[in-house]
């Protein structure tokens, strides 16, 4: 298994829409579609414009392949640009790949 945080940084002012659209469409409607399985979504326990969240896939080519047709889908195009009619949600993203080191709650 591989998995995959990443972490978006809100434009200001802008956190609660970035999130919203992940909630709504990205993460019920497209990471579903494309095969990206969410692990858990995790904001900080003081607002600081972030979200947080883990996904899981079978191999590296699995999540080269989800995040590509993702990545190319109209639907969610058009969905995102939507979105941002009032400019940008997104100021900032870090992306970590991870292969898990040893078993635990979390990896069975």
């Known amino acids: 298994m591989v998995y995959e945080i990443r972490v978006y940084e809100a ?4 956190a609660e829409a970035m999130r919203k659209r992940f909630k709504d469409a990205v ?7 494309h095969g990206i399985e969410l692990v ?9 414009g972030r979200l947080t969240y ?3 896939f079978p191999s590296e080519e699995a999540r080269k392949a989800a995040w590509a047709a993702f990545g190319a889908d ?3 195009a058009a969905v995102k640009k939507a979105s941002e ?8 993203q870090t992306i970590s ?6 078993a635990g709650p979390l990896l069975g």
Do not use: I, Q
């Open 97 to 102: 790949v991870l292969s898990p080191a040893f």
């Open 54 to 56: 883990m996904t899981r």
């Open 74 to 76: 109209s639907e969610w």
């Open 27 to 33: 993460a019920a409607k497209f990471f579903p579609r």
């Open 85 to 92: 009619v009032d400019g940008p949600l997104l100021k900032n």
């Open 40 to 48: 858990g979504a995790f904001v900080a326990t003081e607002e600081d």
């Open 11 to 14: 434009v200001e002012g802008r």
